[in-house]
């Protein structure tokens, strides 16, 4: 070739390019499969995770399981010492005791009540014959009236008195029988109480941390201990409140995870929680994973996109050429469009633009 052909040659397609890159970008809608989801950030954590808290204070003996162990359904996590139970327990147990010997009859109060009754019986039977035997005398006109009114007198109050002592033996039998119900009762918590010094496992799973060391002080406010599923872990999404509307049970959920690096599972949605969070201004989701990654730790983080909705063969544009919501740069002008799914990239236009129509980008 000539060197002033090549020249010449060399010079315009310079020049086409420099036309094409001082001109502005155009493209062409594309058809694609677009997938609208929802961002989440993501924790994992064990299945049926709870914080173990003791039922009672004092300090804190010795543990039974270090962190990482399997633990059993009641299989015991703590043992807590603390002297004013067992003394509390010992108090309730002498009580007991001392309200069955006043129920029981074989005590003081009630022996004196029942010697009051007999001694009253024996008084009223007395006078009740003496009034009977002056009465009949005085319908005979045999005796004084005043005598006659003496022994009546002597008979209602023997009768008065025996009543007395009858209803304050019923009542004072009853009062007993109360406190001698309450001392059960008392004692069999005071034996609960020392019961709840050990502190045992609710699920069969395992340890995942223990919050306080021998010698600590323990109370009912601060957990001591967190145990969940060995084997099953679920994984926490928070999700923005704008987007909580759009999830359902069952979606499909594409997880990754900072110790996995770019790899991705899939999860199922299967539980929203209705309670949003003000602080973070998010809602809480639940997945499980489909396929679950070999090794999991609670705590692990990473990103999740929730699907929403999946649409293939859409027509789409990338969003850098949307103007506002709905409006693209043609050849021709500006156009209002009708938008439908949307991704971090792109979004789906259902009306207003064909595929052979190009669009500029705006400035």
Do not use: H
């Not at 035997?133 to 004084?144: A, M, P």
């Not at 002080?217 to 145990?227: D, F, G, L």
């Not at 693209?328 to 259902?350: F, N, W």
Request: glycine residues 6%; charged residues 25%; proline residues 3%.
């Amino acid at each position: 070739m000539p060197l002033s052909f090549r020249f010449i040659f060399s010079f315009i397609i310079i020049s086409v390019f420099v036309s094409c890159s001082n001109g502005p970008e155009k493209i062409l809608p594309l058809k694609a499969t677009i997938t609208e989801s929802v961002y989440s950030s993501v924790t994992i954590q064990p299945d049926s995770l709870y914080q173990v808290y003791a039922a009672v204070g004092g300090i804190l003996d010795k543990t039974f399981v270090d962190e990482g162990d399997s633990v059993s359904k009641g299989a015991p996590i703590a043992q807590i010492i603390n002297n004013t139970p067992k003394l509390n327990t010992e108090n309730a147990k002498l009580n007991l005791e001392l309200a069955r010997e006043n129920y029981s009859g074989s005590n003081a109060i009630i022996k004196a009540l029942i010697d009051e009754i007999n001694a009253a019986e024996l008084r009223y039977k007395n006078d009740s014959v003496n009034f009977t035997r002056q009465k009949n005398l005085w319908e005979q006109n045999i005796g004084s009236k005043v005598e006659y009114e003496n022994r009546k007198l002597a008979y209602e109050l023997s009768a008065n008195s025996l009543a007395l002592l009858k209803g304050n033996f019923e009542r004072t039998k009853s009062e007993l029988n109360t406190k001698l119900k309450q001392a059960e009762n008392n004692y069999q918590t005071s034996l609960i109480a020392t019961e709840d010094f050990t502190v045992q496992s609710k699920i069969n799973g395992k340890l995942y941390a223990l919050y306080k060391n021998q010698g600590e002080i323990i109370n009912t406010m601060e957990p001591i201990a967190a145990i969940g599923s060995a084997d099953d872990f679920v994984i926490e999404m928070l999700v923005d409140e704008v987007d909580i509307v759009k999830l359902k049970i069952g979606q499909t959920a594409l997880i990754t995870l900072d110790a996995y690096e770019s790899k991705v599972y899939s999860a199922i949605v299967n539980k929203i929680y209705p309670r949003k969070d003000e602080r973070s201004q998010t809602f809480k989701i639940e997945a499980l994973f489909i396929d679950t990654p070999e090794v999991l730790y609670p705590g692990l983080a990473g990103e999740g996109n929730i699907i929403v909705s999946q649409k293939e063969n859409a027509l789409t544009i990338p969003k850098a050429y949307l103007i506002g919501e709905n409006q693209v740069k043609t050849e021709t002008g500006i156009i209002e469009i009708v938008t439908g799914l949307q991704d971090m990239e792109r979004v789906e236009v259902r009306s207003g633009l064909d595929a052979e129509t190009y669009l500029i980008k705006p400035e």
